[in-house]
């Protein structure tokens, strides 16, 4: 799957770069030239990475909070 699409860096890619030693968004950039043109693969390619490094998949987190109540505060 195509992670930047400006400069074709599929996460094989990714993942070979990293295989290789690449262990920073910096490095990667280096390596494969990826978000270096509109920077839209910034945040997958640091997901991907952190995968990759670490075996902890990023996922979207929904928490629902309860509401907050606005109070009065007295004047001083
Ligand atoms: S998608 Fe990577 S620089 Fe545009």
Same mark, same amino acid.
Request: glycine letters at 6%.
């Given at each position: 799957?195509?992670?930047?699409? *400006?400069?074709?860096?599929? +996460?094989?890619?990714?993942?070979?770069?990293? +295989?290789?030693?690449?262990?920073?968004?910096?490095?990667?950039?280096?390596?494969?030239? %990826?978000?270096?043109? *509109?920077?839209?693969?910034?945040?997958?390619?640091?997901?991907?990475?952190?995968?990759?490094?670490?075996?902890?998949?990023?996922?979207?987190?929904?928490?629902? %909070?309860?509401?907050?109540?606005?109070?009065?505060?007295?004047?001083?």
């Amino acid at each position: 799957m195509y992670v930047c699409i *400006c400069q074709a860096v599929t +996460d094989r890619d990714i993942r070979e770069a990293v +295989d290789a030693g690449a262990r920073s968004m910096r490095e990667l950039r280096r390596r494969l030239n %990826l978000c270096n043109s *509109c920077g839209r693969c910034g945040q997958h390619a640091r997901e991907l990475l952190v995968e990759i490094t670490t075996g902890v998949t990023a996922t979207a987190v929904h928490i629902e %909070l309860p509401a907050v109540r606005e109070t009065a505060v007295p004047a001083a």
